[in-house]
């Protein structure tokens, strides 16, 4: 766990702002038959990805601010397939679950770009992982929805090698 330099935050900042679009335009350029196409056993589809980005996004909000707010800060890890399953992300809407993305991750790229330079350094526990800064987050979120988008458009690919039309 280290500390990021403000010129290091800089392009994961960048990054994580731009997360929003760029989850929509991996969304918008799935055909409409794929959407719920799961590329096998324990895959999620490309419906699934994107409502998980809106329930994650929903926790990171919060995590980072616990981290750099609450005096010893406990960052609790959750199930992310249990809630796929329990909250059947195929009947969500998407167009809901991409709303979110947006507003969170505006709201949170607004706070971040307003930390003090020691909020960088507040360092919280995460039931998981241990250690958890405000810099771990950063580090994770910056990646976190282009991930995503990218398996968005692996599930396409595959969807396609699987006899699917677009």
Do not use: F
């Amino acid at each position: 766990m280290s500390i990021l330099s403000a010129t290091e935050r800089e392009p994961l900042l960048r990054q994580y702002e731009e997360g929003s679009r760029r989850l929509r335009a991996a969304w918008d350029a799935v055909p409409t038959e794929a959407r719920q196409w799961r590329p096998g056993p324990g895959k999620w589809s490309a419906h699934e990805v994107v409502v998980h980005c809106a329930d994650s996004e929903a926790n990171a909000a919060l995590r980072l601010r616990y981290v750099v707010t609450e005096k010893e800060p406990l960052i609790v890890a959750y199930d992310q397939e249990a809630w796929a399953r329990e909250h059947d992300y195929h009947a969500h809407p998407v167009e809901l679950a991409l709303a979110v993305v947006d507003a969170v991750r505006a709201h949170t790229a607004a706070l971040a770009r307003r930390l003090p330079e020691a909020a960088w350094a507040r360092v919280g526990r995460h039931t998981e992982s241990g250690a958890y800064s405000a810099c771990d987050w950063l580090r994770s979120y910056s990646l976190h929805v282009e991930n995503h988008a990218r398996q968005i458009e692996r599930n396409v690919e595959a969807w396609k090698a699987a006899g699917g039309r677009g």
